[in-house]
C-alpha cells in the first residue's frame, strides 16, 4: 500500500525495506538505476556520516553511498 511508503532518507540504521517506486525527474531515476537501484529490490540502511550526510545503503550484496538528497526520491516499503 503506498500509504505505508516513505523515502529512504527516513530509515534507521539497520532498517531494511524493499524499492518500490522514484519520484522526482527521468535524470534521477535514471541515474539511480545506473546505480543498481531497482523496484522490488531490498536495501538496508546501514549508517549516516557523522554530519548526516551521505548514508551508507546494503543492496544486492554490496555497499554503496548516496546523498540524502538522492535517497528522498526512493520511495520504500518497511520489512
Not at 532498517?15 to 535524470?27: C, K, L, Q, T, Y
Not at 539511480?32 to 557523522?50: D, R
Request: glycine share 8%.
Amino acid at each position: 500500500m503506498e500509504a505505508d511508503w516513505i523515502s529512504l532518507n527516513k530509515l534507521k540504521p539497520g532498517e531494511a525495506a524493499i524499492i518500490r517506486e522514484f519520484g522526482g525527474n527521468n535524470s534521477v531515476e535514471e541515474y539511480l538505476m545506473e546505480l543498481g537501484l531497482m523496484v522490488g529490490t531490498q536495501v538496508t540502511l546501514i549508517k549516516s556520516a557523522p554530519l548526516g550526510d551521505p548514508i551508507e545503503i546494503k543492496i544486492r550484496g554490496y555497499f554503496l553511498s548516496i546523498r540524502r538528497s538522492e535517497a528522498q526520491f526512493i520511495l520504500v516499503e518497511k520489512k
